[in-house]
């Protein structure tokens, strides 16, 4: 709910006590609770991470003012603005969430997206942030897989394939028409179910809120609905992800087949 704080709770088990003490965690898309934690904690408060549009429980598009207030606070508060672009990055915009929303964080993590899907992952930032990593800073950071020439050779294929202008006009319009037709059949079939989508992410919830803001809101949405719905779409052959937390991604590999395909099984699974 609103105003919520939890302090130090660890996530799940084999997270010490120890380590969770150092983090607050938040609700999301609470610019009440974010300006309340550092009016209160703000001295202490190294860095905010977050996922600029949320794909961990399910897929949450960010109030815009939120994420401004966060860039605000964490400015005034000298505290280091992360954003999680694991999910985001290419997949709301060629320039990740950041770009599409004009927010501008101190780091950034990206996930295997850059390696065309094999394993490399990557940190990026202001220089002076990054000039502490070794070996021009005391940091030292280094991993089996970092800069792997076959994930970098594929990572650059990517990027020039998803670069070819009108790429993302196709990509966001096929789910702006999956999510719309969703929305459409639930309607008619008197089901209360809302999608939500941002670039080519999207969240498909049983619920009969107008929008899913926050955990909270997940955790009320109808979960028994979700797992049903996802077997009965999955016996028609559709794999949706397996999870009411789950967000969903599309691919410019999907097309209007796949989309009627799609969309006529869920009439039948809804129904």
Do not use: W
């Not at 399910?58 to 207030?69: A, S, V, Y």
């Not at 390696?115 to 490399?120: I, R």
């Not at 991993?143 to 020039?160: D, F, Q, R």
């Amino acid at each position: 709910g609103s105003g919520n704080l939890t302090l130090g709770i660890p996530g799940c088990p084999g997270i010490p006590e120890a380590v969770a003490a150092d983090t607050l965690t938040l609700p999301y898309n609470d610019s009440e609770a974010l300006e309340k934690l550092f009016q209160q904690r703000g001295h202490e408060i190294a860095a905010v991470i977050t996922e600029p549009v949320v794909g961990n429980m399910n897929c949450i598009p960010p109030d815009i003012d939120f994420l401004k207030n966060l860039e605000r606070l964490c400015k005034t508060h000298e505290s280091l603005l992360v954003f999680d672009e694991v999910m985001t990055g290419f997949r709301v915009h060629l320039q990740g969430a950041q770009t599409l929303y004009g927010i501008h964080p101190d780091l950034t993590t990206l996930g295997k997206v850059i390696g065309g899907g094999l394993p490399v992952g990557a940190l990026g930032g202001r220089r002076e942030i990054m000039d502490h990593l070794a070996p021009i800073g005391p940091v030292y950071q280094a991993g089996t897989l970092s800069g792997n020439p076959i994930a970098m050779a594929v990572g650059l294929k990517t990027l020039e394939l998803i670069s070819v202008p009108g790429f993302y006009d196709q990509l966001f319009d096929y789910t702006s028409r999956l999510c719309t037709g969703l929305d459409n059949i639930a309607q008619s079939l008197g089901v209360p179910l809302i999608t939500q989508h941002v670039g080519s992410m999207f969240g498909i919830f049983f619920t009969s809120l107008e929008k899913v803001k926050s955990f909270d809101d997940v955790q009320h949405c109808d979960i028994a609905a979700f797992n049903r719905f996802f077997h009965k779409m999955l016996e028609q052959g559709v794999y949706l992800g397996p999870s009411a937390y789950e967000a969903g991604f599309v691919s410019i590999a999907h097309n209007d087949e796949t989309l009627e395909l799609t969309l006529a099984a869920a009439r039948r699974a809804l129904s």
